[in-house]
């Protein structure tokens, strides 16, 4: 979870450039990001200003873990967002590969064989 030392409310929104320092992610991946994926919608206010809330910010970190921790390609990082939450929550809490048992292991096939199954579709 990102940590925020701004000193407001669980709760509050931030700015792009907040959520940017907190996560370790760019302002122009954010950006990208939004262009990619359907689901990222931070408020906009006049003039374009960003305005993250708790929920995209958890989304920015669930797409870094994605693309940035497991590899995943846009493409699948976008595959496995849209699963039905019973098959995508295995694969958010799995453990990094080099620990992977076998049920783990499992999982992490069956995320390949869906990113494979997206990209011959399309």
């Given amino acids: 979870m990102a940590e925020f030392d701004d000193h407001k ?10 959520v940017a320092t907190a996560t370790g992610i760019k ?7 939004e262009q990619q994926f359907p689901q ?9 200003r960003r305005y993250y ?4 910010v958890a989304l920015v970190e669930r797409i870094d873990d994605l693309v940035n921790a497991r590899g ?3 493409k699948g990082a976008k595959s496995a967002l849209n699963e039905p939450a019973d ?7 799995a453990p990094p590969t080099d ?5 783990d292991l499992l999982i992490r096939l069956k995320a390949i064989r869906n990113e494979l199954k997206a990209a ?3």
């Fill in 72 to 74: 995943y390609t846009l």
């Fill in 87 to 93: 098959e995508a929550a295995p694969a958010a809490v």
């Fill in 9 to 18: 409310e669980a709760g509050a929104l931030r700015t792009i450039g907040e």
């Fill in 99 to 103: 620990t992977l048992n076998k049920s």
């Fill in 27 to 33: 302002t122009h991946v954010l950006r990208y990001w």
């Fill in 53 to 56: 809330r708790p929920e995209d």
């Fill in 40 to 48: 990222l919608k931070p408020l906009k206010r006049s003039g374009g």
């Fill in 120 to 122: 011959m579709m399309a």
